[in-house]
């Protein structure tokens, strides 16, 4: 089993910029969709963009569009989340989960399987 660590997360004023780290432990990824979801507080956990290891599709959501991007480290079996334009209202936690490749994009969190604890990402106005 996978275990996924992320990391890069802080304080940062509006309208700039932070990268986030996904890095998995246990074995390499294989043909899985990895994704980032984020969780502000009170709220449920929400779908935000994720990528196919195997052949580097990515798919995001229209809040995130041409603001974030994934990206991924083959040798160092990792995923990336580059956010930039940030809002406050984006403040919150933001995980990185992992499922194997079933032929589409899932964007509720129970169709993903391994999860990481989460990065606190504040957005101050």
């Known amino acids: 089993q996978v275990q996924l660590v992320e990391s890069g997360g802080g304080l940062v004023q509006a309208g700039g910029s932070l990268r986030l780290s996904c890095a998995a432990s246990?074995?390499?990824?294989?043909?899985?969709?990895v994704a980032w979801f984020r969780q502000a507080p009170g709220k449920g956990r929400d779908f935000i963009i994720a990528?196919?290891?195997?052949?580097?599709?990515?798919y995001a959501t229209a809040p995130v569009k041409g603001r974030f991007t994934i990206s991924r480290d083959n040798a160092k079996n990792s995923v990336y989340l580059q956010m930039n334009s940030l809002k406050p209202e984006e403040t919150a936690v933001y995980y990185c989960?992992?499922?194997?490749?079933?032929?589409?994009?899932?964007?509720?969190?129970?169709?993903?399987?391994?999860w990481g604890q989460g990065t606190q990402v504040t957005v101050s106005s």
């Open positions: 989960a992992a499922r194997s490749r079933s032929g589409s994009w899932w964007t509720r969190p129970d169709r993903y399987d391994v």
């Open positions: 246990g074995r390499t990824f294989n043909n899985e969709d």
């Open positions: 990528l196919n290891w195997n052949d580097g599709s990515t």
